[in-house]
């Protein structure tokens, strides 16, 4: 099936982001004023520099970031906003696009206050114009693109600036702009001289005379292809082979095939998965039967592995932002509490004890919270998930510790009747927050899932509540794809949740039965049922459709009142 929405190759971006902000950095990291008191922030600069250029993303977001906290103590708003640019890159090379966005709108502020140009600000403007072209808001980028040529910039830079620029024009369909840009740009003597730039100018305005329908496409596109093959541009290349691949998709659909593989196959050889992914939609556009199938089956693969790392990386760039936040508000704290020694030392460690508590318990929620989301949901679904957990939190969880910390806080704590009220709040917050953790935790789907499976449904029984499974060891889970398994786990679970809130049950029988291809799952209880038209109000028994639905597979609920509830799903495996 062709897919109808506009991809921006992730390599259009990356190359004229480099060739735009390339000359303004070096000037900026070598012809920077030194000043003695400014030693240590340029330190931590350089180090965060020197991260970079290892691919050592994580610690360079750590010393820029604590650069930045330390150019803010200095007011040094020049080095803040460099620092903010650096770190919105690294956040958006590891695909963290929300986030990037964010970094870099911080440094609004210091560059509206200020009567003068400021280091890093047209990095700034590219970097959320980068921002634009990967999620496709187009008119956004091209907006912060001008932005930046209307800033303090450079002939090279602004040459890059206007080749994003025509990019833009081009993602909008409106091809004779992005060509009045791009042509230009191909006689301009210092553009000329750099290999590089120019093949990627080529290849850009080759491309945008393919969309325009005209037949000069071909030439610019082999050109910069001529080039990039010469100079052994590897990034570079892939953009060539691709952009040919969409020239002959119309014309000859083998050439197409074959220019998409070059690409693909470039892509593999430098280790980039954004431009796997982009090559492979090509090919299953392209192609039909078993080669279908093989690249669907390998874009599904790398897309689930690289959603993963990616979210380790937004998660990892989060904590240390909160981690810097943290550290400053206890030093503040710190130095406010040294005015009265005794009285103000003892309500400091009841302070930390309290904070502490709240950290650990926020870390466990918000590491639960990002991880139970999972790309291969519905959109729709993952809303759902991500309201239902608030919901739980703010009405099991806020509330408990907000009554301890207040019980804390008033009560003296001497008394042992007080401590055993203080440790029977924390019992009741810690097994709540247990409870949330396992139903939100990161699901092993290798040997050891049926076990896991198992625990989890047992970890339904109660006194009032026998929950009998039949058939699950019957069942090759190695032979299942690991998306797969990890759906039926959440629908079990989702089912049950519900059984706990709603049925009032006294049995729950679940049951597991292989039909030739095909994997039967049958739930049924005892509980008091409902309407169908109850049943549409459910946000959980429809999160649970969402995904039988998203496997190919077939689901059908029987319920009435006051007579049980049964469900019965089957899908391929």
Known sequence: MMCKKKYLPVFYVFLAFLFATQSCEKKKR?????????????????????????????????????????????????RIIHTLSWMAQIQRNQGDNAGSETTSIEAFPLIENSNKYLHGETNIY???????????????????????????????????ILNNIGIAYTEKGEYQKAIQILLPLTRKEKVINNAEKIAQINDNLGHAYDKSGNSKAFFYLIKGL????????????ISSYYNLSEYYKTRNLNLSIKYALLAYNKATEINHVDDRLVCLKLLIQNTSDDQLKKYSLAYLHINDSITDVRQKAKNQFAKIKYDFKKVKEENLKLKTQQANQQRQELYRDQLIYFALVILILLSIIIANYLKIKNKREKIKATYNTEIRLSKKLHDEL?????QTMAFAE?????????????????????????????ENS?????????????EMLSGFNTKEVNVITNGIDTIFWSN??????????????????????HSKCSLVVISFKKNENKLQINYSDNGVGATFEKLASKNGLQNIENRIHSIKGKILFDTQSNKGFKVSCEFPI
């Open 126 to 160: 590219i970097g959320l114009g980068n921002n634009y072209l990967l999620t496709h808001e187009n008119d956004k980028a091209i907006y912060y693109f001008k932005k930046a040529i209307n800033s303090k910039t450079d002939e090279d830079t602004k040459s890059g």
């Open 480 to 501: 299942i794809e690991n998306y797969k398994k990890i759906i039926i786990y959440r629908i079990l679970q989702e089912l049950l949740v519900n059984m706990k809130k």
């Open 30 to 78: 070598h012809n920077a004023p030194k000043k003695q008191d400014l030693t240590e922030i340029n330190r931590l600069i350089e180090i965060g520099h020197k991260h970079y250029e290892n691919e050592a993303f994580d610690s360079s977001y750590y010393y820029f970031n604590k650069a930045k906290y330390a150019a803010a103590i200095k007011k040094d708003t020049s």
């Open 442 to 454: 990161n699901i092993n789907t290798g040997t050891p899932f049926a076990s896991h499976l198992k």
């Open 226 to 237: 001529k080039t990039r093959l010469d100079i052994k541009d590897k990034w570079g290349l």
């Open 398 to 402: 806020a509330n408990d510790v907000f």
């Open 410 to 438: 008033t009560q003296d704590l001497s008394s042992s009747q007080n401590k055993k009220i203080l440790i029977s709040h924390l019992d009741t917050i810690y097994y709540q927050t247990r409870n949330i953790s396992r």
